[in-house]
């Protein structure tokens, strides 16, 4: 599969078309392989922009104006910089639902599910103790969100471990049986009779609010979404359990030749991945919207599996990969004001690239400017 | 009894029968699709966006043109295309069939909104509907049996899919491809062709599984036109073995769950809507917790299937 692995001499070099024009210096082809998974996602990004210029072009508005207004309303000025990071914080969280079971091969999508769980359970925890102190409420909430979170989509992998349900379908399922349980919720039993027009639970209080990073108006969700993200990054490859863990994505019979209990892993790593997008909930709640409704199914658990798969499911990748989505999500607020473009603009750009990224996944390999000189 | 309308709680049962016919129709056309592009050896889980697409292509073209049935035509050739670049994109080498159908998904669903911005004002016209009812005079029964033609043609579609993956030179070679790509090789077919072809008709039946929604029920263009209903008909092939006679009763059955909520309420019972609308989707996954089995692959499953390898 990796270009790196290096043909030996005097294979006979096959030429691919562009990537004869672009042959790099020779020092090159040593990272050629890492470089690979650099260059592949940045040149599929680069086409859907290209596309999606053409296909508002399509529509009159100036493609041109389109990059302008992109750039300005995603990292233009300090504003939107923050507005970027402010969504980007959920977006890493959310990704690291799908990167992680991504480890041991199963494609999981139910970050959104796991998102409203955990932000359900985690305004409960804060409704719980009105008396409590601040900092004890946001861990509670924090411990309470997690735990939803990974429950739910351990769940989904109990379900593939035990009774061979495909976990695609069976956590896509649990989304909508979540966003049920939400709406339930919000409009019965833990309805805030106040809440006419939108119907919410009740606030979780200024006191309990959690702030921005000094300095930002970014709050600390950003950076807990780095140490998760960082986390996980020495969990898959610097531990022996993230090792077994990738034993067994890469080779289930293997792996249980070797002894290693799948179930467990799939089970433990299941939960864990919840539990990042149940985090995400956790802070939509406590540092944006202050309690629970159905503002909290915006789709960050959808972009997630985006920057997911753009990230190539590396934990570490999936930081900048969510900063680069964020600001497109932050810039729409702009496309929509200057240039009148539809909301749903900012969806068609994520599916596009989504689209044009798994793709590219056949050039992988195949590109000639990757391979050592004269191999 | 004086009023005939007033029929007490059997208005509950009728309202659940004459929404399983409602409600199942896009169920059943977009299972019906996906049942022979799986046969084929491949899954498309794109199919909500492709649903979605035929549901805004369907309700525009109907609106421009005022003929809703030229409408159900675009629906199914939008979804027709949306299947064409599903199969193109996945017939890449190394390219992972259930991943380009979630891009596909998100995609299809984001064009759709943004296409479909001018459409949420106007009103279209809509499918006729034929009334099997007209022999009584209770009007709950008359509503339940108000049967769309769209549902008729789903009916008589199931038992002729089933012939013709059974008996024609087609369903025989798409049976190959699902079962073996390398004896459709051998046999001198492009595996890849016939994916293309097997998934472009389950996109043109989707999209008009779409169009029904938006041009006869609900009734009307809107972002929440579709929660899902694309993503629980591919589980329904999974618990209809990949039969289309079966995926006409899991359909019913889907479209009785579904109608539930709405027929609660209807009698004044809306304690817990919400969770009754959330009941194909549970009745989804017990089923399939209920059928699936971590030991053995299921019986009827396509041998080249990805999702049941």
Request: charged share 10%; hydrophobic share 55%; proline share 5%.
């Given at each position: 599969?990796?270009?790196?692995?290096?043909?030996?001499?005097?294979?006979?070099?096959v030429?691919?078309?562009?990537?004869?024009?672009?042959?790099?210096?020779?020092?090159?082809?040593?990272?050629?392989?890492?470089a690979?998974?650099?260059v592949?996602?940045?040149?599929?990004?680069?086409?859907?922009l290209?596309?999606?210029g053409?296909?508002?072009?399509?529509?009159?508005?100036?493609?041109?104006?389109?990059?302008?207004?992109?750039?300005?309303?995603?990292?233009?000025?300090?504003f939107?910089w923050?507005?970027?990071?402010t969504?980007?914080?959920?977006?890493?969280?959310?990704?690291?639902c799908?990167?992680?079971?991504?480890?041991?091969?199963?494609?999981?999508?139910g970050?959104?599910?796991?998102?409203?769980?955990?932000?359900?359970?985690?305004?409960?925890?804060?409704?719980?103790?009105?008396?409590a102190?601040?900092?004890?409420?946001?861990?509670a909430?924090a411990?309470?969100?997690?735990?939803?979170?990974?429950?739910?989509i351990?769940?989904?992998?109990?379900?593939r471990?035990?009774?061979?349900?495909?976990?695609?379908?069976?956590?896509?399922?649990?989304?909508?049986?979540?966003?049920?349980i939400?709406?339930?919720l919000?409009?019965?039993?833990?309805?805030?009779?106040?809440?006419?027009?939108?119907p919410?639970?009740?606030?979780?209080?200024?006191?309990?609010?959690?702030?921005?990073?000094?300095?930002?108006?970014?709050?600390?969700?950003?950076?807990?979404g780095?140490?998760?993200?960082?986390?996980?990054?020495?969990?898959?490859?610097?531990?022996?359990?993230?090792?077994?863990?990738?034993?067994?994505?890469g080779n289930?019979?293997?792996?249980?030749?070797?002894?290693?209990?799948?179930?467990?892993?799939?089970?433990i790593?299941?939960?864990l991945?919840?539990?990042?997008?149940?985090?995400?909930?956790?802070f939509?709640v406590?540092a944006?919207q202050?309690?629970?409704?159905?503002?909290?199914?915006?789709?960050?658990?959808f972009?997630?599996?985006?920057?997911?798969?753009l990230?190539?499911?590396n934990?570490?990748a999936?930081?900048?990969?969510?900063?680069?989505l964020?600001?497109?999500?932050?810039?729409?607020?702009?496309l929509?004001?200057?240039?009148?473009l539809?909301?749903?603009?900012v969806?068609?750009?994520?599916?596009?690239?989504?689209v044009?990224?798994?793709?590219s996944?056949t050039?992988y390999?195949?590109?000639?400017?990757?391979?050592?000189?004269?191999? | 009894?004086?009023?005939?309308?007033?029929?007490?709680?059997?208005?509950?049962?009728?309202?659940?029968?004459?929404?399983?016919?409602?409600?199942?129709?896009?169920f059943?056309?977009?299972?019906?699709?996906?049942?022979i592009?799986?046969?084929?050896?491949?899954?498309?889980?794109g199919?909500?966006?492709?649903?979605?697409m035929?549901?805004?292509a369907g309700y525009?073209?109907?609106?421009l043109?005022?003929?809703?049935?030229v409408?159900v035509?675009?629906?199914?050739?939008?979804?027709?295309?949306?299947?064409?670049?599903?199969?193109?994109i996945?017939?890449?080498?190394?390219?992972?069939?259930?991943?380009?159908?979630?891009?596909?998904m998100?995609?299809?669903?984001?064009?759709?909104?943004?296409?479909?911005?001018?459409?949420?004002?106007?009103?279209?016209?809509?499918?006729?509907?034929?009334?099997?009812?007209?022999?009584?005079?209770?009007?709950?029964?008359?509503?339940?049996?108000?049967?769309?033609?769209?549902?008729i043609?789903?009916?008589?579609?199931a038992?002729?899919?089933?012939?013709?993956?059974?008996?024609?030179r087609?369903?025989?070679?798409?049976?190959?491809?699902?079962?073996s790509?390398?004896?459709?090789l051998?046999?001198?077919?492009?595996?890849?062709?016939?994916?293309?072809?097997?998934?472009?008709?389950?996109?043109?039946?989707?999209?008009?599984?779409?169009?029904?929604?938006?041009?006869y029920?609900?009734?009307?263009?809107?972002?929440?036109?579709?929660?899902?209903?694309?993503?629980?008909?591919?589980?329904?092939?999974?618990?209809?073995?990949?039969?289309?006679?079966?995926?006409?009763?899991?359909s019913?059955l889907?479209?009785?769950?579904?109608?539930?909520?709405?027929?609660?309420?209807?009698?004044?019972y809306?304690?817990?809507?919400?969770?009754?609308?959330?009941?194909?989707?549970?009745?989804?996954?017990?089923?399939?917790?209920?059928?699936?089995s971590?030991?053995?692959?299921?019986?009827?499953?396509?041998?080249?299937?990805s999702i049941?390898?």
């Amino acid at each position: 599969m990796k270009a790196d692995v290096g043909a030996p001499i005097g294979t006979p070099v096959v030429k691919s078309g562009a990537g004869e024009f672009l042959r790099l210096p020779p020092f090159t082809a040593k990272i050629g392989g890492a470089a690979e998974y650099v260059v592949i996602p940045a040149g599929a990004l680069l086409a859907s922009l290209l596309l999606f210029g053409i296909f508002v072009a399509l529509f009159g508005k100036n493609p041109l104006d389109l990059y302008f207004y992109m750039y300005q309303g995603a990292f233009g000025t300090w504003f939107s910089w923050q507005n970027t990071l402010t969504r980007a914080a959920p977006l890493i969280l959310t990704a690291l639902c799908t990167a992680l079971p991504a480890q041991l091969g199963m494609v999981i999508i139910g970050g959104e599910g796991a998102l409203l769980i955990g932000a359900l359970c985690a305004t409960s925890a804060a409704l719980a103790m009105p008396a409590a102190p601040p900092l004890v409420v946001d861990i509670a909430m924090a411990i309470a969100g997690m735990i939803g979170g990974g429950l739910w989509i351990m769940l989904s992998g109990a379900l593939r471990q035990y009774r061979g349900v495909n976990e695609t379908i069976s956590s896509l399922l649990l989304v909508y049986i979540a966003l049920a349980i939400l709406n339930f919720l919000v409009e019965g039993p833990m309805r805030d009779p106040t809440s006419l027009n939108k119907p919410s639970t009740p606030e979780i209080g200024a006191a309990n609010m959690i702030g921005s990073i000094p300095g930002t108006d970014v709050h600390w969700g950003f950076m807990f979404g780095i140490i998760a993200a960082v986390l996980s990054y020495i969990l898959i490859y610097h531990t022996v359990f993230g090792f077994a863990a990738r034993v067994a994505g890469g080779n289930l019979r293997a792996a249980r030749v070797v002894g290693l209990s799948v179930g467990k892993l799939i089970l433990i790593v299941c939960f864990l991945a919840g539990a990042a997008a149940g985090l995400a909930g956790m802070f939509e709640v406590a540092a944006v919207q202050g309690r629970a409704n159905a503002n909290l199914a915006a789709g960050y658990g959808f972009a997630g599996i985006l920057v997911a798969f753009l990230a190539r499911q590396n934990p570490l990748a999936v930081i900048p990969v969510a900063i680069l989505l964020g600001g497109i999500g932050a810039s729409g607020g702009l496309l929509q004001r200057r240039l009148g473009l539809p909301d749903a603009s900012v969806l068609v750009l994520e599916g596009v690239i989504f689209v044009m990224v798994l793709a590219s996944d056949t050039l992988y390999g195949r590109l000639s400017i990757f391979r050592a000189k004269g191999a | 009894m004086a009023d005939p309308g007033n029929i007490g709680l059997w208005t509950v049962p009728l309202a659940v029968l004459g929404g399983a016919v409602r409600v199942s129709t896009p169920f059943l056309f977009v299972s019906l699709g996906e049942c022979i592009t799986e046969r084929s050896g491949r899954i498309n889980l794109g199919l909500e966006g492709t649903l979605v697409m035929g549901a805004m292509a369907g309700y525009g073209i109907s609106y421009l043109t005022g003929s809703p049935w030229v409408g159900v035509l675009a629906a199914g050739v939008t979804g027709a295309g949306m299947g064409a670049l599903h199969a193109g994109i996945c017939g890449l080498p190394r390219v992972n069939d259930i991943a380009v159908g979630i891009a596909l998904m998100l995609f299809g669903v984001g064009l759709a909104f943004y296409l479909g911005k001018p459409l949420i004002e106007p009103t279209a016209p809509r499918l006729p509907a034929i009334d099997f009812g007209w022999w009584s005079d209770i009007p709950q029964l008359r509503a339940a049996l108000r049967i769309n033609v769209l549902f008729i043609i789903g009916v008589l579609l199931a038992p002729v899919l089933v012939w013709a993956l059974r008996t024609t030179r087609w369903g025989l070679i798409i049976r190959t491809a699902g079962e073996s790509s390398d004896a459709a090789l051998a046999m001198g077919y492009s595996v890849n062709f016939i994916r293309l072809r097997a998934t472009m008709f389950g996109g043109f039946l989707a999209g008009i599984g779409g169009s029904f929604l938006s041009l006869y029920y609900p009734g009307s263009w809107n972002e929440g036109l579709s929660s899902g209903q694309g993503i629980t008909a591919v589980a329904l092939v999974i618990f209809a073995r990949w039969n289309p006679m079966l995926c006409l009763a899991a359909s019913l059955l889907f479209g009785g769950a579904a109608a539930l909520g709405p027929a609660l309420q209807s009698v004044g019972y809306s304690h817990g809507y919400h969770l009754f609308n959330a009941a194909p989707y549970i009745l989804t996954l017990l089923i399939m917790i209920a059928t699936c089995s971590p030991k053995r692959t299921l019986i009827g499953a396509p041998a080249e299937l990805s999702i049941t390898r």
